[in-house]
């Protein structure tokens, strides 16, 4: 991911629509590399392909009477391929580390049929199930859909509503959806120091995309230090991922919900501190939660990440950056920790209706 806006400036912006679908020509694109044929930010445009995609859990036999908790992560690779994360223990989440396994796959009809690991696996839309190498069953998965804790969550007396969907005045250079969601490319006008940031975004559909192209943003913070927003679901966490403090530090685990489901970010940041002559004298200091998990505990920062702007004592806005993704943004509040008092943090949420 980089910091720049790829030639788009705050009263232009490169982008060709068709309805909701999104035309994939606009992203930036590896010299010689064929675009992706299409990017969808809204469920209403999305391909045959997308009903397979998602988390699965259940159980498997290992053989005698030992059952293991197994969970699944599929993804769409575009004209009926998939990628799949299997993890041995249970879906990703805060309390253990699961065993993960990469499986490949192609669509069939009405079902994917998955391979790489002991045995395979067999999706449909709503359940997967679990053959061994001699075609005898071993366990079924449940698809499941996961939910932020802090998906919803409102803003305390003490903080500052910076998007509440009914405009952007509050930021630079934004632009809402007709829906009224925020898009990528705002920043925010106030300048911050110490906070806490609540928001919540949603990367696109962009099955024929990859790497750095599928999905890609990020939160600046102080404009100098990114975390990461991209699609990365079912993949190994990485510190250019979703997540990650770019090019930083890897996420402690990888919490990223499939496209096109709302993902939190809630972020306790301390800056760095100055001295008069311009030493720096202390490092700056960040606590991430990811969908309600603790992804990065109290990180000292003690630079700038990938393409974030120099250090040095000026403050700078907050970011939510423009790398050509129909990324979409809504309920984001901010905690100003040098002029508020600050209770629980983060807050649970009360989603709101899809």
Same mark, same amino acid.
Not at 38 to 58: L, M
Not at 219 to 239: C, H
Not at 302 to 313: F, I, L, M, S
Not at 320 to 341: E, T, Y
């Given at each position: 991911? $980089?910091? %720049? =806006?790829?030639?788009?400036?705050?009263? /232009? @912006?490169?982008?060709?629509?068709?309805? &909701? +679908?999104?035309?994939?020509?606009?992203?930036?694109?590896?010299?010689?590399?064929?675009?992706?044929?299409?990017?969808?930010?809204?469920?209403?445009?999305?391909?045959?392909?997308?009903?397979?995609?998602?988390?699965?859990?259940?159980?498997?036999?290992?053989?005698?009477?030992?059952?293991?908790?197994?969970?699944?992560?599929?993804?769409?690779?575009?004209?009926?391929?998939?990628?799949?994360?299997?993890?041995?223990?249970?879906?990703?989440?805060? $309390?253990? %580390? =699961?065993?993960?396994?990469?499986?490949? /796959? @192609?669509?069939?009809?009405?079902?994917? &049929? +998955?391979?790489?690991?002991?045995?395979?696996?067999?999706?449909?839309?709503?359940?997967?199930?679990?053959?061994?190498?001699?075609?005898?069953?071993?366990?079924?998965?449940?698809?499941?859909?996961?939910?932020?804790?802090?998906?919803?969550?409102?803003?305390?007396?003490?903080?500052?509503?910076?998007?509440?969907?009914?405009?952007?005045?509050?930021?630079?250079?934004?632009?809402?959806?007709?829906?009224?969601?925020?898009?990528?490319?705002?920043?925010?006008?106030?300048?911050?120091?110490?906070?806490?940031?609540?928001?919540?975004?949603?990367?696109?559909?962009?099955?024929?995309?990859?790497?750095?192209?599928?999905?890609?943003?990020?939160?600046?913070?102080?404009?100098?230090?990114?975390?990461?927003?991209?699609?990365?679901?079912?993949?190994?966490?990485?510190?250019?991922?979703?997540?990650?403090?770019?090019?930083?530090?890897?996420?402690?685990?990888?919490?990223?919900?499939?496209?096109?489901?709302?993902?939190?970010?809630?972020?306790?940041?301390?800056?760095?501190?100055?001295?008069?002559?311009?030493?720096?004298?202390?490092?700056?200091?960040?606590?991430?939660?990811?969908?309600?998990?603790?992804?990065?505990?109290?990180?000292?920062?003690?630079?700038?990440?990938?393409?974030?702007?120099?250090?040095?004592?000026?403050?700078?806005?907050?970011?939510?950056?423009?790398?050509?993704?129909?990324?979409?943004?809504?309920?984001?509040?901010?905690?100003?920790?040098?002029?508020?008092?600050?209770?629980?943090?983060?807050?649970?949420?009360?989603?709101?209706?899809?």
């Amino acid at each position: 991911m $980089r910091g %720049t =806006r790829h030639g788009r400036g705050p009263h /232009g @912006r490169l982008r060709v629509r068709l309805g &909701v +679908l999104v035309l994939a020509f606009a992203w930036p694109q590896p010299a010689g590399a064929d675009p992706p044929k299409y990017v969808a930010a809204d469920v209403s445009q999305v391909d045959e392909d997308f009903a397979f995609q998602g988390e699965f859990a259940g159980s498997i036999s290992l053989g005698g009477s030992r059952n293991r908790p197994l969970g699944l992560q599929v993804r769409a690779t575009g004209d009926g391929t998939f990628e799949a994360a299997q993890y041995l223990g249970g879906l990703p989440g805060p $309390r253990r %580390t =699961r065993q993960f396994q990469r499986l490949v /796959g @192609r669509r069939s009809d009405g079902f994917v &049929v +998955l391979s790489g690991g002991p045995w395979a696996v067999i999706v449909h839309p709503d359940h997967c199930v679990v053959v061994d190498g001699d075609g005898k069953r071993v366990g079924q998965l449940h698809r499941v859909r996961r939910q932020s804790p802090t998906l919803g969550a409102k803003a305390p007396r003490s903080a500052i509503v910076l998007f509440d969907g009914r405009n952007t005045d509050q930021f630079t250079e934004a632009e809402m959806t007709e829906t009224g969601l925020l898009m990528e490319g705002a920043q925010v006008k106030r300048l911050f120091q110490d906070f806490n940031l609540h928001l919540e975004f949603r990367v696109p559909y962009a099955p024929y995309a990859r790497d750095q192209a599928r999905g890609n943003s990020g939160v600046y913070l102080l404009g100098r230090y990114e975390v990461q927003i991209l699609d990365s679901f079912a993949l190994e966490p990485r510190d250019n991922g979703c997540g990650g403090l770019y090019r930083f530090r890897d996420p402690d685990v990888n919490m990223s919900y499939p496209p096109l489901e709302w993902q939190t970010y809630d972020i306790m940041f301390t800056a760095p501190r100055w001295a008069v002559d311009g030493t720096k004298l202390q490092n700056a200091r960040v606590t991430v939660w990811h969908n309600g998990v603790k992804i990065h505990d109290d990180v000292e920062l003690v630079n700038k990440t990938g393409a974030g702007k120099p250090e040095e004592p000026s403050l700078v806005p907050i970011l939510l950056q423009d790398h050509g993704s129909p990324v979409r943004f809504r309920n984001i509040w901010i905690i100003d920790r040098g002029a508020q008092p600050v209770g629980q943090f983060p807050v649970r949420g009360e989603p709101p209706g899809e």
